[in-house]
């Protein structure tokens, strides 16, 4: 069997978030695992060859990545509806309100739906009015070289390459919302901890989360606690996380 995945999230601004490493480590397992189907990547625009599938690794509501037009049989993995969930904060726009019906339609055309969790599948019926038979709850893993680390020599230089204190609480992740660091900034004054963040938007002072987040440490006269890394590369991630002392995702 012919299967096409879309790789577009790899050649934009998503290549170092979640759905760009998402696809990334799909196709990769995908391909080390499966030695009978073959995997062919295409990215939007492209003229896809004749196939048995395609899959869409993300879905965006108020932007057209799903094509209404699907010649062969299609199936789109939907993390999550946040901004359906809490629209007071994600206001579409008319534009966006318009293209959200757009994606809605769209999506009641595919075979399948596969999403992260159970609570999202209980949103894509909710929201999306899909069959629930036909949406598959797959949880995500982390890549294999994420593990404990037993070279003490390597978490020292790790330690010392980035400056990190003994003891830490780490947040790895985006600035977005919904990832609630507001509140994370609040339990870090309360207890008193030096917090380190790891993700590329949390050094990126022209996003408005960004600067509103800044603002918020700055306000609560935590700047001395905060060490924000931005972007590490997977092998120097794998010594932050076997040396902190906890992992908290709010």
Avoid: C
């Amino acid at each position: 069997m012919k299967v096409a995945i879309d790789a577009t999230p790899l050649e934009t601004d998503h290549k170092k978030r979640g759905i760009g490493i998402y696809t990334r480590n799909l196709v990769e397992a995908l391909r080390r695992v499966d030695k009978v189907n073959e995997y062919i990547l295409f990215t939007k625009g492209q003229k896809l060859p004749k196939v048995d599938l395609v899959h869409h690794p993300y879905f965006d509501l108020f932007f057209l990545t799903l094509p209404l037009k699907k010649p062969y049989k299609t199936i789109v993995t939907i993390h999550d509806l946040i901004p359906l969930v809490f629209p007071q904060f994600y206001p579409p726009g008319l534009r966006g309100r318009i293209k959200f019906q757009i994606q809605k339609f769209s999506a009641r055309g595919v075979s399948a739906i596969i999403t992260d969790s159970e609570n999202s599948k209980k949103d894509i019926i909710r929201f999306l009015k899909f069959p629930e038979e036909k949406i598959f709850v797959v949880y995500l893993a982390a890549e294999e070289i994420f593990k404990p680390v037993t070279n003490h020599q390597f978490l020292i230089d790790i330690k010392s390459k980035h400056k990190l204190p003994d003891r830490f609480i780490l947040y790895v992740g985006d600035v977005n919302l919904h990832k609630n660091l507001k509140r994370l900034l609040a339990a870090v004054k309360e207890v008193n901890w030096p917090l380190v963040a790891v993700g590329e938007a949390l050094t990126n002072e022209n996003l408005a989360e960004t600067k509103d987040l800044l603002a918020e440490i700055k306000k609560l006269k935590i700047e001395k606690q905060i060490l924000r890394l931005g972007f590490v590369k997977e092998e120097d991630l794998v010594g932050i996380y076997n040396l902190a002392t906890l992992l908290v995702e709010p």
